[in-house]
């Protein structure tokens, strides 16, 4: 010998090449399981469940009462704040839409590209109109009288409205994040 010393385990081990790690974003096209969606889909269908939750939450509970539909006439604030949300229900609908259609036939309604630009505005546009529908809110239930069934639906409605904003911002920050991969990487 030449005074080389060969491992045993070296001879029975052939050599392979590493496996390549799976990016998080890859998505498989034979595979429809939720399981192999990248959580930032799922995040984001999440996000727009609970958007359309508290935005109808947030409607219902000002036309729920019926002495609260002549209150919507009487105070413009509370009108705007219930147009606002219906306008967040309908937005919040249209992407659960897409979102499942994403999931089911892998972005045929709308380009990949596109839904990320509209869906980055809109939901920008959609936080904004409702946190200045609530701040617009505020003053009219400041001149209601205090503890009246309007009054209780009024702040519940003001507070389920901030509580869709935040929302809104959480699926802005998702949508601004799938915006910059998709220009960045």
């Not at 990248?38 to 939750?53: E, H, I, K, W």
């Not at 009219?140 to 309007?150: G, H, L, N, T």
Request: some cysteine; overall charge positive.
């Amino acid at each position: 010998m030449s005074g080389v010393i060969v491992s045993p385990v070296a001879g029975y081990l052939p050599a392979q090449p590493p496996l390549p790690t799976p990016s998080p974003f890859s998505f498989s096209v034979a595979s429809t399981r939720w399981s192999s969606r990248p959580p930032v889909q799922t995040a984001s269908l999440l996000l727009r469940f609970l958007a359309l939750l508290f935005s109808f939450g947030s409607a219902f509970s000002l036309v729920a009462l019926p002495s609260t539909n002549s209150k919507l006439k009487k105070y413009p604030g509370l009108l705007y704040c219930f147009t606002a949300n219906i306008l967040s229900v309908i937005y919040a609908a249209y992407q659960i839409f897409k979102n499942i259609c994403d999931i089911a036939h892998r972005g045929i309604c709308i380009s990949d590209k596109a839904s990320d630009y509209i869906s980055f505005f809109f939901d920008q546009l959609a936080g904004y109109v409702l946190v200045s529908a609530s701040s617009v809110a505020v003053p009219s239930i400041k001149q209601m009288e205090i503890r009246s069934s309007v009054w209780n639906a009024s702040v519940a409605s003001v507070c389920l409205s901030f509580a869709s904003f935040i929302v809104y911002v959480l699926a802005a920050f998702l949508s601004g994040y799938k915006l910059c991969k998709r220009i960045m990487w």
